[in-house]
Structure formats: structure tokens, C-alpha cells
């Protein structure tokens, strides 16, 4: 099983026996802390969407060759971070390894699938700790504020 099939197969299945019973009931959405879409610029399931690579030049790859799988699967993962209270608790085990399956995937196989996976990771973990750390001061401000 791979790493994607593991991760969603962990926050997809319940363990108690409580939810199992209420599996096939129909469940609120789950809550959304932040928009890990909008924050790293990636939409993959709109049309076009372009390998998240850096070209030699600097810009942003063209490349839309990338599966429809993959392209679902990150989506899906986008939405398991979307998830996620990370202000509160902060870039655990969970979320980095969510980034780096996201970063695969969202890699055009041709061209930087095998070599900037942990170059877009370290990227996006930069991005989403100063997110992380300007929400945490904005709310810092707000509560001296009162």
C-alpha cells in the first residue's frame, strides 16, 4: 500500500466501533481551519492546473501531463490539511508527511516528479510556518487587545 493509500485509508476509516456503526450515516463536512489550496497555489482539479516545479529559470513549470489520479488524490489530501487546527497544534508528523505526498503529486512525472519533491516541500513548509506564526501573533494582538 502506498503512502497516499495508507494516509487516506488512517483518516478515512474509523476504529471505534461507535463510528463503524455510524459509518453510513451521512456526516457534516468537516471543519475547515484554513485554505492550504489558496495559501500554496494549488488547485488541482481546475482545468489546466500546472506542475507545481520550478523551471531553470525560475518560473513556475508549464506542464499540465499529470494523471487525473494524481490529481484527485492531492485534492484529497488538500482537503485532509484543510482539516487541520495547524495554528493550534502547530506542523506535526501528519501535516509534513501530507506536504510531501502533495508535492509528488503534484509534480509533472517527465520533468520534476523525481527531483524537486523536497524542494516544494521545504517551500510549502516555509510558506505554512509564517502562516502559522502571523495568525499566531494576529491572535496574540486580539487577545491583548480586549
Not at 13 to 29: F, L, N, V
Not at 42 to 67: D, H, M, S, V, W
Not at 136 to 144: E, P, W
Amino acid at each position: 500500500m502506498n503512502r497516499l493509500k495508507v494516509l487516506l485509508f488512517i483518516t478515512i476509516h474509523p476504529t471505534s466501533e461507535e463510528t463503524k456503526d455510524q459509518r453510513h450515516i451521512k456526516m457534516p463536512p468537516p471543519t475547515t481551519f484554513w485554505d492550504p489550496r489558496l495559501l500554496l497555489d494549488c488547485y488541482p482539479l481546475r482545468e489546466n492546473f500546472k506542475c507545481t516545479g520550478t523551471t531553470k529559470k525560475g518560473a513556475r513549470c508549464g506542464q499540465t501531463f499529470i494523471e487525473n489520479k494524481s490529481k484527485s488524490d492531492s485534492d484529497r489530501v488538500l482537503s485532509i490539511l484543510s482539516s487541520e487546527d495547524i495554528i493550534a497544534n502547530g506542523l506535526g508528523d501528519r501535516i509534513k508527511n501530507c506536504l510531501r505526498i502533495l508535492a509528488e503529486l503534484t509534480l509533472c512525472p517527465r520533468w520534476h516528479r523525481g527531483s524537486q519533491i523536497n524542494t516544494v516541500y521545504l517551500k510549502w513548509f516555509r510558506t505554512i510556518n509564517s502562516f502559522i506564526t502571523e495568525e499566531r501573533s494576529r491572535s496574540s494582538i486580539r487577545a491583548g487587545g480586549k
